[in-house]
């Protein structure tokens, strides 16, 4: 059995008109079929796609934001709190570091200070002896020495936003801070001036959490619902989401690692219009981190659609069939409402006339293969040469087309996986990629009405983005 390299139509015109012959139209009896005709419904499609992101530059731009000096009001001098006390203090943190498992975050950093006080003897409110003063991490002495760890807790909301719940777990005086200053030792004063002013630093992740939150792009993708995607020139898709998840977000070194989980029945069409639902999206829901897409999808194109891409590929350009020239000029697509499919083609060139080709497409699931057994044909033309060899040529013609109208769909897939993947590894936007492989495509089901066609498949494949997001996009 030959397989057809492109569309069914060409190769049969290309027939026809090397043999210089036509045959008269077969009259085909109408099934039982009527409009009412509909493809079975299809599971549900599940797409999980993973997404590796990039850190340093946000960590860098939250260790930036977050001061990485903290003094008293009036360093370097004295802060006098009352008559009989005054200090000054400089504390120094280092770089954050930072880790995140299963949606608890941890930030941990090691401050190093220096501290000086001073005590006094007072009565009536005024001083009357001098100042006893001490310090630690002045002169020679190394600067004092301090750990801690601050934590915050990922909670997905079903609105689609992330809160946030930051603390500082620990504070850990590495060296203490003991002066001859009336017999004090100055070690948990100063914690706890350190846990205060490191408090901020909370507030400063959670408002860095936020600006995620209101990011444009995020504000756009909560809005929209449900929404019609164009994919590039072959239709626009509706996802129409019946559940959303997301996995627990990790952090191995610098990189995040998570899952976007989707369930729904994702509709394709060459009309925009005929996918819009304005239906919102679903809530979000926790799940476990997955890879893999099993998708079902129901599409439906018009036959313009059909006969825009046939015109843009063929109109107009010269075929050479047995040192003949044929040149097509207009390729006409439809339907009717017994399953049939008819394709006018005509041409000009050493032969002029008007290819129509009628037939009823017939797919064999298990073997993906697709064939139009019953194709008919008739041409019609004023040329004298044709008419007098059609009724000559009729069988072999016809034997002919019954050999060619099967399509291999297994073969011609596996034909183009290669073209297809290179869809799937891709540079999106300057700062998003896509990894992905294609495994398998099955044709489903295939059913022609007279305005449109039904084609439903069954598409298996993984697919992870990956991304370096910049700084100031989270700014917007």
């Known amino acids: 059995m030959k397989r057809i390299p492109g569309f069914l139509p060409v190769v049969a015109l290309l027939i026809c008109i090397a043999a210089c012959n036509s045959s008269k139209k077969v009259t085909i009896q109408p099934t039982a079929e009527t409009q009412a005709r509909l493809l079975p419904a299809m599971p549900s499609s599940i797409i999980n796609i993973p997404f590796k992101i990039y850190m340093k530059p946000l960590l860098a731009m939250m260790d930036s934001s977050s001061p990485k000096e903290f003094t008293n009001d009036k360093w370097p001098n004295y802060t006098q709190s009352g008559c009989d006390f005054r200090y000054k203090f400089r504390f120094v943190r280092s770089p954050f ?188 829901s926790n799940s476990q981190y997955s890879t893999g897409i099993n998708t079902y999808l129901d599409a439906v194109y018009q036959y313009s659609f059909f006969n825009k891409l046939m015109t843009d590929s063929l109109v107009n350009k010269p075929f050479e069939v047995e040192g003949r020239t044929f040149v097509i000029k207009d390729v006409k697509l439809s339907g009717t409402n017994d399953g049939k499919i008819q394709v006018d083609v005509s041409f000009t060139g050493n032969r002029k006339g008007v290819l129509h080709l009628k037939g009823t497409p017939q797919l064999d699931a298990e073997k993906q293969l697709l064939s139009m057994p019953d194709v008919t044909f008739a041409l019609d033309t004023k040329d004298m040469m044709v008419n007098i060899a059609k009724a000559l040529f009729h069988k072999k013609i016809m034997k002919q087309l019954a050999n060619q109208s099967v399509l291999d769909i297994a073969a011609l897939i596996e034909k183009n996986k290669k073209v297809i993947e290179a869809r799937l590894n891709q540079q999106i936007t300057p700062w998003m990629s896509s990894a992905g492989t294609f495994q398998e495509f099955r044709l489903m089901g295939l059913l022609p009405q007279k305005d449109y066609i039904q084609v439903q498949a069954y598409i298996r494949g993984t697919l992870m983005f990956i991304g370096q997001p910049p700084v100031s996009m989270l700014r917007k």
């Open 97 to 284: 570091t930072f880790g995140c498992v299963n949606n608890k975050v941890t930030i941990g950093f090691r401050g190093s200070y220096q501290i000086a006080g001073s005590k006094a003897v007072c009565a009536m409110d005024k001083q009357v002896s001098p100042w006893v003063s001490g310090s630690c991490g002045f002169g020679n002495e190394a600067l004092r020495r301090v750990d801690l760890n601050i934590s915050s807790t990922l909670t997905l909301l079903p609105n689609h936003q992330l809160l946030t719940s930051t603390r500082l777990d620990k504070i850990n005086a590495v060296d203490k801070c003991q002066v001859t200053m009336m017999q004090n030792d100055l070690t948990d004063e100063i914690m706890d001036s350190i846990r205060a002013s490191v408090e901020s630093t909370c507030g400063t992740f959670d408002k860095f959490i936020q600006t995620l939150n209101n990011n444009a792009m995020l504000r756009q993708w909560r809005s929209g619902g449900s929404r019609v995607i164009p994919i590039s020139t072959y239709g626009f898709l509706n996802l129409n989401p019946s559940d959303l998840r997301v996995s627990n977000f990790n952090v191995f070194r610098d990189t995040l690692y998570f899952s976007i989980g989707y369930r729904g029945e994702p509709k394709f069409s060459s009309d925009s219009q005929q996918l819009v639902t304005h239906a919102a999206l679903p809530p979000i």
